[in-house]
């Protein structure tokens, strides 16, 4: 029976086929570790140490923990170790992470605050009452208190800080949550904090019964959709950079074997093939601003004139306005966190398949549950929209 994890989910949700060869056909190939991750996980180590400290009673000095993480970083060190930003080096990093720490601990020492229930604390629960479906995960650090209220909390070393409304929806500590309640009846009282130590940044968020449960049924729905996947496509994107299975992957296996004498004819056709397109849609660049010049023109027009349609000798252009519901498009305020609501509910790839433009429709067909579309609907504005049809004059 396999037992599902936050970051199995999110395989999924990167590439159905990455999820195929990791936890399906158990393929053993070398991992790819980033810089970014590396700096994670000797951060993770540093603060994971510090609180066993605490618990016995026991403050390491500042320096200590630093020569900690220095030490750590040096044994742990390889040269596989992928850094992609061209500006930045190892070292940077190390440092960055050393900032975080040395800010971290002058922050919260004496560290006495709270009571230190558990440290990287594995969580293992069923999701479904007949035990058929179980979750389980890390979270960095439990805490409770002195008035009784317990803390799931967790580490964060990048750069990037979710909004409010994204915590409020995470995924990953709202089911540690229901972990930690399947755990320990009592803890009534539970709160999610998000430490963001590269901004020094404490962020906290509460679920009510009501969200939890709708969680809880939200990732049932999710898992038995990719039980019941026969398929696994290959979703390709940035993500594959750091894809160990790039050798096995129908999506890039050819370009791991281009030098082959079988596929030196193929990589021919493919640049002439890209030539040829570049070249083309230079041409079609030039005629679609004309285009746009020209219904520009024509709609504005028709629009100071009161008109419907403007004849030319041999053409006729309908112009209609109409106003339409619109959603942030790439690069909207807003744009990310309806995409992460809808990839919560499992519907992302519905609409995204066929453009963000369905959703308007997906919002009105009934078939969505209400609560969904109560949700969605604040992301959504109206727009105007101007269009120009041309064909050939009807009257000739």
Do not use: C
């Given at each position: 029976m396999p037992v599902y994890s936050h970051s199995r989910l999110s395989v999924y949700e990167t590439c159905p086929r990455q999820y195929r060869f990791q936890y399906l056909?158990?393929?053993?190939?070398?991992?790819?570790?980033?810089?970014?991750?590396?700096?994670?996980?000797?951060?993770?180590?540093?603060?994971?140490?510090?609180?066993?400290?605490?618990?016995?009673?026991?403050?390491?000095?500042?320096?200590?923990?630093?020569?900690?993480?220095?030490?750590?970083?040096?044994?742990?060190?390889?040269?596989?170790?992928?850094?992609?930003?061209?500006?930045?080096?190892?070292?940077?990093?190390?440092?960055?992470?050393?900032?975080?720490?040395?800010?971290?601990?002058?922050?919260?020492?004496?560290?006495?605050?709270?009571?230190?229930?558990?440290?990287?604390?594995?969580?293992?629960?069923?999701?479904?009452?007949?035990?058929?479906?179980?979750?389980?995960?890390?979270?960095?650090?439990?805490?409770?208190?002195?008035?009784?209220?317990?803390?799931?909390?967790?580490?964060?070393?990048?750069?990037?800080?979710?909004?409010?409304?994204?915590?409020?929806?995470?995924?990953?500590?709202?089911?540690?949550?229901?972990?930690?309640?399947?755990?320990?009846?009592?803890?009534?009282?539970?709160?999610?904090?998000?430490?963001?130590?590269?901004?020094?940044?404490?962020?906290?968020?509460?679920?009510?019964?009501?969200?939890?449960?709708a969680l809880r049924q939200e990732t049932l729905a999710r898992i038995r959709a990719i039980e019941r996947d026969e398929t696994y496509p290959t979703r390709v994107g940035t993500h594959c950079q750091t894809c160990p299975y790039q050798a096995v992957c129908p999506a890039w296996r050819h370009l791991k074997a281009r030098d082959a004498p079988s596929a030196a004819e193929a990589v021919g056709w493919v640049d002439r093939l890209g030539e040829l397109k570049a070249q083309r849609k230079a041409a079609l660049a030039e005629l679609d601003a004309e285009i746009e010049a020209l219904q520009q023109r024509i709609a504005g027009y028709a629009i100071a004139e009161g008109l419907e349609a403007v004849f030319g000798a041999a053409y006729c252009a309908r112009v209609r306005s109409a106003e339409r519901p619109r959603y942030p498009r790439k690069g909207d305020p807003g744009r990310e966190e309806l995409e992460a609501l809808l990839r919560r509910h499992g519907l992302w790839e519905e609409v995204a398949a066929l453009d963000l433009r369905a959703l308007p429709d997906r919002v009105r067909s009934g078939v969505w549950p209400p609560e969904v579309v109560d949700a969605v609907l604040p992301f959504e504005s109206r727009e105007e929209t101007v269009t120009v049809r041309i064909s050939r004059r009807p009257d000739l």
């Open positions: 056909d158990r393929l053993e190939v070398p991992e790819v570790d980033t810089v970014e991750r590396f700096l994670g996980s000797r951060v993770h180590e540093a603060l994971e140490t510090l609180y066993l400290n605490v618990r016995f009673g026991r403050v390491p000095s500042l320096d200590n923990l630093l020569e900690f993480f220095r030490s750590a970083w040096r044994e742990n060190w390889h040269d596989g170790v992928l850094v992609q930003q061209p500006d930045l080096t190892a070292d940077d990093y190390r440092r960055a992470g050393e900032r975080q720490l040395d800010v971290y601990y002058r922050r919260y020492a004496p560290f006495d605050r709270d009571h230190t229930l558990a440290v990287e604390r594995l969580l293992r629960f069923p999701l479904d009452p007949d035990g058929g479906i179980w979750f389980q995960g890390y979270l960095d650090r439990l805490s409770r208190t002195a008035d009784g209220l317990w803390e799931i909390r967790d580490y964060k070393t990048g750069q990037y800080l979710p909004s409010q409304a994204m915590l409020d929806e995470d995924r990953q500590l709202g089911l540690y949550q229901l972990g930690v309640r399947h755990l320990w009846p009592t803890a009534r009282e539970i709160e999610l904090i998000w430490h963001f130590l590269a901004h020094d940044l404490e962020l906290r968020s509460r679920r009510s019964p009501e969200a939890l449960e």
